[in-house]
């Protein structure tokens, strides 16, 4: 890996956009197909943005997403290339750590990945600021709003079926009714209605 | 008698209309469902639980999230009153990592390791972590990254115990071994591709349907809430 260039600071999603650039080894693809429900889709390091998600949403919502799903790539490439990383196996003995002491089987699994993730919602939310004011809005649509968003796709499955905000979320944001509008913020945004606050792709 | 004439060609069409209702679903007892319905989610856009009807009597499933797929099958269904059975009797199931050895012996106090890591297509995969544990290492871990030709080649200490194995790479599932360390190896290992999902065989989920619609119908859950499946539009 290279040494990052003094003075040049990064956001979150650019330091994994880096990383990405900067591997011999591992490569991050983008690409649009054909999802039937779900916004984004990651693979390893492999993402895919659903069509129909692309066609509605929100500038700010497909970035978010975007954001999201280098996330997921993030966490794909630290679990599983132990080797091409300085503190290699002292994050992946972290993450197995949190595992255990989360009661999660699975470290490939929606469930950890989106527990684990409560620890970068600022980072994404800074991320996803700094976007939005060089390439989005080119305003500042305020902290919370940005914060909010990061909070997307922050949920699980249970066996029922149930859509179940994670742990992290829930220690973040305590109050239920919060995370309702949160939730609400994001479907705005995801369907580009008029309540939302970011422009549609031209 | 005008109006009784009337009457009686009156009640033999009900007649007619009752019995051509009965001899349709004599000849035609399955209701028909066509196209993917999807299950309905309150904030959507995180999983997709989908069922797409192929024929009259075929189905196949697929339950995705963030990671890929979760869960499919195929297999066979028929709607009785008031449920619709899913039998999945058809989806192939999935190969999973592996590996095979070689092995052999000599009098060295070594033992030489030869680990060559493939997909499922017999391409080598390079920068794959092969890692092994080991008490004198800081983390109780070492290991080595394959060549660009796949391979990781390991000298250890001969002795008796099993060496525990864990390979590693993006985009695969990681597959453990373990190996006996009193013998040399030439591994091949075959990584298996992550976010393919788990295959559904040999299994029958009953669903308790409340209303059917062209567009969607309902289904009563365990837990007793209803959910909604949608027609997915083009």
């Not at chain 1, 591997?23 to 983008?30: A, E």
């Not at chain 2, 059917?212 to 365990?222: A, H, L």
């Amino acid at each position: 890996m290279q040494n990052p260039i003094p003075n040049v600071s990064f956001t979150f999603s650019e330091s994994i956009l880096k990383l990405f650039n900067d591997s011999d080894t591992f490569n991050l693809t983008i690409a649009n197909g054909h999802l039937k429900g779900a916004n984004g889709s990651t693979k390893g390091a492999s993402i895919t943005i659903s069509n129909d998600y692309l066609k509605k949403a929100t500038d700010l919502s497909i970035a978010r997403t975007m954001i999201h799903e280098t996330v997921h790539a993030y966490l794909n490439v630290r679990y599983t290339q132990v080797l091409s990383f300085e503190d290699g196996f002292d994050f992946k003995l972290k993450m197995e750590k949190f595992a255990i002491d989360n009661g999660i089987a699975n470290i490939n699994s929606n469930k950890f990945h989106h527990e684990f993730m409560g620890q970068y919602v600022d980072a994404m939310a800074a991320s996803l600021l700094i976007w939005d004011e060089k390439y989005g809005s080119r305003t500042n649509l305020g902290w919370e709003y940005y914060r909010s968003m990061a909070f997307g796709g922050l949920n699980y499955e249970d066996s029922a079926g149930n859509q179940i905000d994670t742990n992290s979320f829930k220690a973040l944001v305590p109050n239920k009714s919060d995370r309702d509008k949160i939730k609400n913020l994001l479907i705005n945004e995801q369907n580009g209605n008029s309540n939302s606050k970011g422009s549609k792709c031209k | 008698m005008g109006i009784a004439i009337l009457k009686d060609r009156s009640v033999n069409r009900i007649k007619v209309f009752i019995l051509m209702g009965l001899m349709f679903n004599t000849v035609y007892p399955q209701k028909k469902l066509e196209d993917t319905f999807c299950m309905k989610y309150e904030y959507p856009g995180d999983y997709s639980n989908c069922l797409t009807f192929e024929t009259d009597k075929n189905f196949t499933y697929e339950y995705c999230g963030h990671l890929g797929v979760l869960k499919y099958g195929h297999g066979e269904y028929k709607f009785t009153d008031s449920q619709l059975i899913l039998n999945y009797n058809k989806t192939e199931p999935i190969k999973t990592g592996h590996h095979l050895s070689e092995i052999w012996t000599n009098n060295k106090d070594t033992i030489y390791l030869k680990i060559n890591i493939l997909d499922f297509d017999g391409f080598p995969l390079h920068g794959v972590s092969v890692i092994y544990k080991d008490s004198l290492s800081k983390y109780g871990y070492s290991g080595v990254a394959s060549n660009k030709e796949g391979v990781a080649l390991i000298n250890l200490k001969k002795d008796r115990t099993d060496l525990d194995f864990e390979i590693s790479h993006l985009g695969f599932n990681i597959y453990k071994f373990s190996l006996d360390k009193n013998y040399n190896h030439n591994i091949s290992v075959f990584l298996q591709k992550q976010g393919d999902g788990l295959p559904i065989l040999n299994q029958i989920d009953t669903l308790e349907i409340v209303k059917i619609r062209p567009k969607y119908f309902t289904v009563k859950r365990k837990d007793g809430n209803i959910a909604t499946w949608r027609k997915l539009e083009d």
